[in-house]
């Protein structure tokens, strides 16, 4: 399974039926059997937060597919920052992924775009590791 401790992260916390801002943090620690996962924040508060309420960006890879199979279909200046992320993805040191992360949590429709919730890149990782395991299928 991957490791995801240290990787920068996304949050969009929905308490009470109401959309709080999207956060940024580290992920710090993965439960799997309880499906949660303890992000840590600039001010060093840890909060728990379900799969589905945490947001990793895609790979860079998948990213630029999507830039360039679906650029007709993207609103332009969705696709200015996406194209603006990969690009911080190239470089990717730390503080490029922080300014990804923080063109994204300014534009919902892009940040939905260009990251996949924890859930999802588990649920990938975890179909790959048992098709490796099981080549006859």
Do not use: W
């Not at 991957?2 to 969009?12: C, L, W, Y």
């Not at 992920?27 to 937060?49: P, Y």
């Not at 990969?86 to 919902?108: I, V």
Request: proline share 3%; net charge negative.
């Amino acid at each position: 399974m991957e490791n995801f401790n240290g990787t920068i992260a996304m949050v969009s916390d929905r308490s009470d039926g109401e959309s709080k801002q999207m956060q940024i943090g580290i992920i710090s620690a993965v439960d799997q059997m309880l499906g949660r996962v303890d992000i840590t924040f600039a001010t060093l508060e840890k909060e728990q937060f379900a799969f589905d309420q945490v947001h990793v960006l895609k790979d860079r890879h998948a990213l630029y597919q999507l830039l360039m199979s679906a650029s007709g279909s993207i609103p332009l200046g969705d696709f200015k920052t996406l194209f603006k992320v990969n690009m911080l993805q190239d470089r990717g040191d730390p503080s490029a992924l922080l300014d990804a992360f923080q063109l994204l949590k300014h534009s919902p429709s892009a940040a939905a775009l260009a990251t996949d919730t924890l859930g999802e890149r588990m649920h990938l990782a975890e179909n790959l590791q048992q098709a490796n395991h099981h080549p006859g299928r």
